[in-house]
């Protein structure tokens, strides 16, 4: 039977799921009921990673569980450290992350999917060791030797200590944990999408999570944070901002961390990013790439806004990052960290129900082609 075909499957459902849901006409993102603004001012990254996972705010036992059994699967092997060190340091951090996210299957029991007791496990294991690879990379390839995490410190806090060695402004931990909700989640996006395939075929989550990371790191996805950050530097002043963007849009080139497939309004997760920019500058000085941004987004609003195409979450983001001295490279990574509660929560909710994804293509090739020798062609 013929079908139309929906270039990037545009508006095409891939699964049912009550994970999240996005109103893209009236900017609204709920994670499993719940307004993503609301998790920011009352909940935390775990708590928030639980409701994705399981469906339900835990009760007071059940997040204590939770939280223990996180921050006792913060460690990694010496052996993965050992993998890490083996990479070349110019390498992409994204890359890094995926070969170690890749082995972590090659050491834990992660092939019987019809295993619950084991999936809460590997879940537990990829969301608490995923920041330990990426603070192990970010100082490993300057030569510095990993920070093992710190128990007594949460979530958001240990990532910072991991980094540095020393223990960040409790400002940053909270606006940090913050960034990490908004991030966690997104319905049915390129990355998760590719983690559904991945996971359809029964493959261990491991190997989910590791394919997700690959397409996460591609500039129209995850990628555009850091290409957010580099095109401000280049911009370098407020009075630059607005020849830069008419100069970009008249050249036909994209603003990376603008527009997105499914909001036609400002992406909500960019407002609340940007009252943490608010919040963060108030407490620790301003930062000059905000200044840009605003003008950036004041002189693309001009053209843009009447396409459906405002700031998406990837716009202020980096700019918080930057703030915090984290490299620019990093910031897929740490976007990573926190999609992986997201990713994983459409991992188990695919194995309820599992279909192997096998699209259907239309073929545009010929048919009853002759095969030329090589010596007549
Ligand atoms: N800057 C300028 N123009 C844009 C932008 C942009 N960032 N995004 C879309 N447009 C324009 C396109 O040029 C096109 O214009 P036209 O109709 O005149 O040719 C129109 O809007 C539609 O663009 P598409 O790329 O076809 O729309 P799509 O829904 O596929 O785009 C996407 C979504 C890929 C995110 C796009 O907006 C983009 O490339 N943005 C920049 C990269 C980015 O920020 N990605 C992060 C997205 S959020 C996330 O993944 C976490």
């Given at each position: 039977?013929?079908?139309?075909?929906?270039?990037?499957?545009?508006?095409?459902?891939?699964?049912?799921?009550?994970?999240?849901?996005?109103?893209?006409?009236?900017?609204?993102?709920?994670?499993?009921?719940?307004?993503?603004?609301?998790?920011?001012?009352?909940?935390?990254?775990?708590?928030?990673?639980?409701?994705?996972?399981?469906?339900?705010?835990?009760?007071?036992?059940?997040?204590?569980?939770?939280?223990?059994?996180?921050?006792?699967?913060?460690?990694?092997?010496?052996?993965?450290?050992?993998?890490?060190?083996?990479?070349?340091?110019?390498?992409?951090?994204?890359?890094?992350?995926?070969?170690?996210?890749?082995?972590?299957?090659?050491?834990?029991?992660?092939?019987?999917?019809?295993?619950?007791?084991?999936?809460?496990?590997?879940?537990?294991?990829?969301?608490?060791?995923?920041?330990?690879?990426?603070?192990?990379?970010?100082?490993?390839?300057?030569?510095?030797?990993?920070?093992?995490p710190r128990d007594d410190l949460g979530f958001s806090e240990n990532f910072f200590y991991m980094l540095a060695e020393s223990v960040a402004p409790p400002v940053w931990g909270e606006i940090f944990?913050?960034?990490?909700?908004?991030?966690?989640?997104?319905?049915?996006?390129?990355?998760?999408?590719?983690?559904?395939v991945t996971a359809s075929t029964l493959a261990d989550p491991y190997t989910v999570v590791a394919s997700s990371i690959g397409a996460l790191k591609g500039p129209l996805h995850g990628g555009a944070n850091e290409e957010v950050v580099v095109m401000l530097r280049e911009i370098g002043t407020v009075d630059k901002a607005r020849p830069?963007?008419?100069?970009?849009?008249?050249?036909?080139?994209?603003?990376?961390?603008?527009?997105?497939?499914?909001?036609?309004?400002?992406?909500?997760?960019?407002?609340?990013?940007?009252?943490?920019?608010?919040?963060?500058?108030?407490?620790?000085?301003?930062?000059?790439?905000?200044?840009?941004?605003?003008?950036?987004?004041?002189?693309?609003?001009?053209?843009?806004?009447?396409?459906?195409?405002?700031?998406?979450?990837?716009?202020?983001?980096?700019?918080?990052?930057?703030?915090?001295?984290?490299?620019?490279?990093?910031?897929?990574?740490?976007?990573?960290?926190?999609?992986?509660?997201?990713?994983?929560?459409?991992?188990?909710?695919?194995?309820?129900?599992?279909?192997?994804?096998?699209?259907?293509?239309?073929?545009?090739?010929?048919?009853?082609?002759?095969?030329?020798?090589?010596?007549?062609?």
């Amino acid at each position: 039977m013929p079908h139309d075909f929906m270039p990037g499957l545009a508006g095409v459902p891939a699964a049912t799921s009550s994970i999240s849901d996005v109103d893209g006409q009236r900017g609204i993102l709920e994670y499993r009921g719940i307004r993503v603004e609301t998790l920011c001012t009352s909940s935390s990254y775990l708590e928030t990673a639980y409701l994705l996972l399981f469906g339900y705010l835990p009760s007071a036992s059940e997040f204590q569980q939770w939280v223990t059994d996180i921050t006792h699967h913060r460690r990694i092997k010496f052996r993965i450290i050992d993998l890490l060190k083996s990479l070349p340091e110019s390498g992409h951090p994204m890359d890094a992350l995926q070969a170690a996210v890749a082995a972590l299957g090659m050491f834990y029991p992660g092939r019987n999917v019809k295993d619950v007791e084991n999936n809460y496990w590997s879940a537990v294991r990829l969301v608490a060791k995923l920041p330990t690879i990426v603070a192990a990379w970010a100082r490993l390839r300057h030569g510095d030797d990993p920070i093992p995490p710190r128990d007594d410190l949460g979530f958001s806090e240990n990532f910072f200590y991991m980094l540095a060695e020393s223990v960040a402004p409790p400002v940053w931990g909270e606006i940090f944990d913050d960034c990490l909700i908004l991030h966690a989640e997104h319905t049915m996006n390129a990355s998760t999408f590719t983690g559904l395939v991945t996971a359809s075929t029964l493959a261990d989550p491991y190997t989910v999570v590791a394919s997700s990371i690959g397409a996460l790191k591609g500039p129209l996805h995850g990628g555009a944070n850091e290409e957010v950050v580099v095109m401000l530097r280049e911009i370098g002043t407020v009075d630059k901002a607005r020849p830069y963007v008419e100069r970009a849009l008249q050249n036909k080139k994209k603003l990376m961390g603008f527009g997105h497939r499914v909001y036609k309004v400002k992406d909500p997760r960019a407002t609340v990013l940007q009252e943490l920019c608010r919040r963060l500058f108030k407490e620790c000085g301003n930062s000059p790439l905000y200044e840009i941004a605003l003008e950036v987004e004041a002189a693309a609003g001009a053209t843009l806004n009447s396409k459906g195409i405002y700031p998406n979450v990837d716009f202020y983001s980096g700019i918080i990052y930057d703030k915090m001295g984290i490299d620019v490279d990093l910031f897929t990574p740490l976007f990573a960290m926190s999609r992986v509660s997201g990713w994983l929560a459409h991992w188990l909710e695919q194995l309820r129900e599992n279909k192997l994804f096998r699209p259907d293509q239309i073929y545009s090739g010929e048919h009853n082609r002759p095969y030329v020798p090589i010596d007549k062609r």
